[in-house]
């Protein structure tokens, strides 16, 4: 079952706004049910699942409901109509009391001007969570410090929040959020308040501490590239209050749903996320020492390839064979390749985005090697991919494109 | 009968003060005997320890608030005044201010609390505090008197009314002002009514609601004076003696005496906001 589960949920402001739903439904736009009942939509029948331990992130420029729709799921704002579930079970139905519990163990918030109470020091800040909840005073204490340490503010426990900088101020808030370790996160904007440098060690940070956490983490950017970078998945809102997309961020940028993520994501840097499994995928390989020479042989044949992968029993990647070798080899006559397998191949992770594989690919012989975690042999991207990738990219965008001199001649030819 | 006798606006008022007065006796007798409870109390103990002791103490707390400038003003200050002999008065004065204050801040902090959690309240609120303010002070003296008297309780009772004002006015405007994210930041961890206003509104408003008790001293001092008219007692009357019999010496001596006293006032509790922020 997923974690949080939205189901048609609706939150219109303005005077008595149930009235404007049956207007949405018959689809009138913004504008008309504005003039007619002075309601404006922030969430237009948003339905949406988040799963354990995922990133989603909620992206939307202003005006879009994204900071109204974090607020409905722990109901700092109320929605009009619809459901969230958390764990099955419906928070719009709780009392004041039950809200107060999910609120105080459940999850926690970050904000995007932090949110810190300015007469208290760090670590009074980030014990506020846990006072509210009535945790003495000794337990209270130590969850701070562990939070800090985890943020990496040890040392500034006696510090007033006003004398740090906004990115420390952001790590104070967010060990705050943390503190009562919860298993959901929502964090609203908490990184577009900071300067771009800090910012993204900030989203690194961020990044290195879920890859060890494993929270739920609900995260609304108006930034693409943060939504990107951070995103397990990503859901874009339009203008409208309406959920227009949710995928991978590869899904998003690979196949944008309407003209709207169209043209959002056109000028994101497709190198930077699309990823080298995405790209590549299966390659010939062979079993070794299972298979010989001749097998070795006949697999490049097949495939037409100059080269083959060779893996042991269990898939673990030993190096590459070329046909040049190969064929060498045979004519002395020897049936064991043990001796021309070169483990002088580039691997990488299938989640590597290909911009970082760019340099490697133009200058390596061979395919680069996808393996996973454990060495095993995943398949290969091949040069020839990632440059096609590359050059997808800029295709339809108005960037410059090489022409050659003749082109250049024929066109003043004809303007002559 | 002439239009303006159509509607009596001043008659009015003098039949609702005629009918609490006969109705409401009971309430005004345990005002009163709270408020002289309080007065002698507070006298008693600025006057019954040694001058100089007190003046000491005055000065040892400036410079724990305000440092050492205003501490050695408070004692040069308070050492002229009771040079001047005027010692006594000095302290009833403040122990009429200290009354009045006291009994404003307990109703008004509440009221501001209640104004700001409230646009009704507040819009109920606000005519009633520019009423107070703005109606002469002199004019709140006859229903004091009517009710309580002359002497020093109808002093504190026209003090609070005119003093009452900016303790509840910048309570509410420093609850208003806490930023929204901190609000919402106290929400979203499962705060109750109760740990929001403690943990998070009062303390993050607590230096607009300072700014709002010093004013509120302020007011009150110079309302105390007003105040000797009724009989209150302390400096006013000494400023009143010299009105009436047009003795200069008299008057400027107690003059000055309340300037010292204002000063006092003022720095130590000014010093005493800043500290909160």
């Given at each position: 079952m997923a974690l949080i589960e939205v189901n048609d949920l609706y939150k219109i402001f303005g005077p008595s706004p149930k009235r404007a739903i049956p207007m949405i439904k018959k689809g009138m736009s913004k504008g008309e049910i504005l003039k007619k009942t002075g309601c404006t939509i922030a969430i237009n029948s948003a339905t949406f699942t988040i799963e354990r331990k995922e990133t989603f992130v909620v992206m939307g420029l202003s005006g879009s409901g994204k900071s109204t729709f974090i607020r409905c799921l722990n109901r700092l704002i109320e929605p009009t109509a619809g459901e969230i579930l958390i764990d099955g079970q419906?928070?719009?139905?709780?009392?004041?009391?039950?809200?107060?519990?999910?609120?105080?163990?459940?999850?926690?918030?970050?904000?995007?001007?932090?949110?810190?109470?300015?007469?208290?020091?760090?670590?009074?800040?980030?014990?506020?969570?846990?006072?509210?909840?009535?945790?003495?005073?000794?337990?209270?204490?130590?969850?701070?410090?562990?939070?800090?340490?985890?943020?990496?503010?040890?040392?500034?426990?006696?510090?007033?929040?006003?004398?740090?900088?906004?990115?420390?101020?952001?790590?104070?808030?967010?060990?705050?959020?943390?503190?009562?370790?919860?298993?959901?996160?929502?964090?609203?904007?908490?990184?577009?308040?900071?300067?771009?440098?800090?910012?993204?060690?900030?989203?690194?940070?961020?990044?290195?501490?879920?890859?060890?956490?494993?929270?739920?983490?609900?995260?609304?950017?108006?930034?693409?590239?943060?939504?990107?970078?951070?995103?397990?998945?990503?859901?874009?809102?339009?203008?409208?209050?309406?959920?227009?997309?949710?995928?991978?961020?590869?899904?998003?940028?690979?196949?944008?749903?309407?003209?709207?993520?169209?043209?959002?994501?056109?000028?994101?840097?497709?190198?930077?996320?699309?990823?080298?499994?995405?790209?590549?995928?299966?390659?010939?390989?062979?079993?070794?020492?299972?298979?010989?020479?001749?097998?070795?042989?006949?697999?490049?044949?097949?495939?037409?390839?100059?080269?083959?992968?060779v893996t042991d029993h269990d898939r673990h990647l030993k190096g590459v064979v070329t046909i040049d070798d190969a064929i060498g080899l045979q004519k002395k006559g020897e049936k064991d390749l043990g001796t021309v397998i070169n483990a002088d191949v580039y691997t990488t992770s299938p989640s590597t985005p290909i911009s970082d594989l760019l340099a490697t690919a133009i200058e390596t012989r061979y395919p680069i090697a996808l393996v996973d975690e454990e060495g095993r042999f995943q398949g290969a991207v091949s040069r020839a991919a990632i440059i096609s990738e590359v050059n997808k990219g800029y295709e339809g965008s108005d960037v410059e494109q090489p022409q050659t001199l003749s082109e250049l001649q024929d066109a003043q030819d004809g303007e002559e | 009968m002439g239009f303006r006798d159509l509607i009596d606006i001043g008659g009015g008022f003098e039949t609702v003060v005629n009918w609490l007065q006969d109705n409401l006796g009971w309430l005004f007798k345990v005002i009163t005997d709270t408020v002289n409870g309080m007065l002698d109390g507070t006298e008693f103990v600025l006057t019954a320890p040694p001058a100089l002791l007190v003046i000491a103490i005055f000065a040892a707390l400036a410079w724990y608030f305000a440092g050492y400038g205003v501490a050695i003003f408070t004692f040069l200050g308070f050492g002229l005044v009771w040079y001047m002999g005027l010692w006594t008065l000095t302290m009833s004065t403040l122990s009429l201010v200290i009354s009045s204050v006291v009994i404003a801040l307990l109703l008004g902090i509440p009221l501001g609390i209640w104004s700001s959690k409230s646009d009704k309240v507040w819009s109920v609120m606000r005519p009633v505090l520019d009423f107070m303010q703005t109606l002469p002070a002199f004019v709140y003296l006859i229903p004091a008197v009517l009710f309580f008297r002359l002497g020093p309780v109808p002093g504190v009772v026209a003090t609070l009314v005119f003093s009452l004002p900016p303790a509840v006015r910048l309570t509410n405007l420093g609850i208003r002002q806490v930023p929204k994210e901190i609000k919402e930041a106290a929400l979203s961890f499962g705060s109750t009514n109760r740990q929001m206003l403690l943990k998070a509104e009062l303390p993050v408003a607590l230096p607009t609601i300072m700014a709002g008790v010093n004013q509120t001293i302020m007011l009150a001092l110079s309302m105390v004076v007003i105040a000797g008219m009724i009989g209150a007692g302390g400096l006013g009357n000494e400023v009143l003696r010299g009105i009436t019999q047009l003795r200069i010496d008299v008057g400027f001596e107690g003059g000055i005496a309340i300037v010292i006293l204002a000063i006092f006032l003022d720095r130590v509790t000014q010093a005493l906001g800043e500290r909160t922020k």
């Open positions: 419906d928070i719009m139905k709780m009392d004041s009391e039950k809200l107060r519990e999910v609120r105080r163990y459940k999850m926690s918030m970050v904000f995007q001007n932090f949110g810190l109470l300015p007469h208290r020091n760090v670590v009074n800040n980030v014990e506020f969570g846990l006072e509210i909840s009535n945790v003495d005073k000794e337990e209270r204490r130590k969850k701070a410090e562990d939070a800090i340490k985890l943020v990496g503010l040890d040392g500034f426990e006696e510090s007033l929040t006003s004398e740090l900088s906004g990115g420390m101020q952001q790590r104070v808030g967010l060990a705050r959020a943390l503190a009562n370790d919860p298993e959901i996160l929502l964090m609203d904007e908490a990184f577009s308040a900071l300067d771009p440098l800090i910012r993204t060690q900030m989203q690194d940070e961020l990044l290195e501490l879920q890859a060890r956490l494993h929270k739920t983490i609900v995260f609304i950017t108006h930034d693409l590239d943060e939504a990107l970078k951070l995103g397990d998945r990503i859901a874009i809102l339009g203008p409208d209050g309406r959920v227009r997309q949710i995928g991978t961020p590869e899904e998003i940028l690979a196949s944008p749903a309407d003209e709207y993520v169209k043209r959002f994501v056109q000028n994101v840097d497709r190198t930077k996320v699309i990823s080298a499994g995405t790209v590549g995928g299966h390659a010939a390989s062979i079993t070794y020492p299972r298979e010989d020479i001749q097998a070795a042989i006949r697999t490049m044949e097949r495939h037409g390839t100059s080269s083959v992968f | -």
